[in-house]
């Protein structure tokens, strides 16, 4: 097993929610040589801080450098580099297509044996937006390339460090004495608990598998309002609960982002919210024998963990 151990993973765009997950999860297996690859200097500093052993560099992946160097020798590499947010198209294909295009010449050029690749479970959504659209295209960039590899689509997902989603909503109920939810909440959502996540994925580089792709759901679906008020119970917030018209809720939303040029919430995600998509249910615990966390044991421990509950990444 110490060979294991000892194989070099390189993670890039690692210093985001998954990857500070995954690389949490896989040096308490026992993994020594892992490097993350990410652009967001403040998020990379958080998990030098954490691990402190860990070999990291700052780099954007959309451009030609000398982290290339790091693919060599490599026997894994888990590409969780992608734009999830934001009103500017240019960040989606550059973050989402052309740095995927960069990491797979690295993967072939240094003949890196087996890849991870962490697509989502948008690319099978009604949904259609900049990040809908650019996760597509990646995918099928990926399993056009003849590499290696297994490709992983999540659903939307919460957990330590979680900065976009339920993260940045349990900080702003906690600052504000009104909490605003569109209509009457009723979204189904399937969210997936990022430490189940990156623990498929460990399970992956375990197993090598490849040539597949594999929908991961979160397990219980849990409407919107009910993920809210578990969000509220857990952290403790004293916000009232406020249910307003999905018109003015789209509105205000659009007018936050012409002063905020990267919202943590835009009309194109709220759109995608009430799209009523329900995603494929597999039995990903005994494929990748993992044990599934409850939803709500998985709140409690992305908010009041010891460790790693009060870490919060940048934007």
Known sequence: MSNVFDQKIVIPGGAGLVGQNLVAILLRQGYRNL?????????????????????????DLADAGAWEEHFVGADAVVMLQAQIGGTDPLPF????????????????????PYTVHVSSSVVCSVAEDDYTRTKREQEQLVAGSGIAAVILRPTLMFGWFDRKHLGWLSRFMRKVPVFPIPGDGRFMRQPLYAGDFAAIIASCLRSRMVGQHYNIT??????????????????????VLLHIPYGLFHVLLKTWALFDRDPPFTAAQLKALVAH??????????????????????????????????ITLEF
Do not use: C
């Not at 297509?97 to 993967?107: D, G, R, V």
């Open 277 to 310: 998509d329900e995603f494929e249910v597999i039995d990903w615990p005994g494929i990748f024998g993992v044990q599934p966390t409850p939803f709500a044991d998985a709140i409690e421990a992305t908010f009041n963990d010891p460790e790693y509950g009060d």
């Open 218 to 239: 979160g397990l219980e679906k849990v409407d919107y309002v009910d993920i809210i008020a578990q969000i509220k119970r857990s952290t403790g917030a004293r916000s």
């Open 35 to 59: 490097v993350v690859i990410d652009k967001h200097e403040a998020n990379l500093a958080i998990l030098r801080r954490m691990h402190p052993a860990l070999v990291t560099a700052l780099a």
């Open 93 to 112: 294909v550059r973050n989402n297509l052309t740095a995927t295009q960069n990491i797979l010449s690295a993967i072939q050029r240094h003949a890196v």
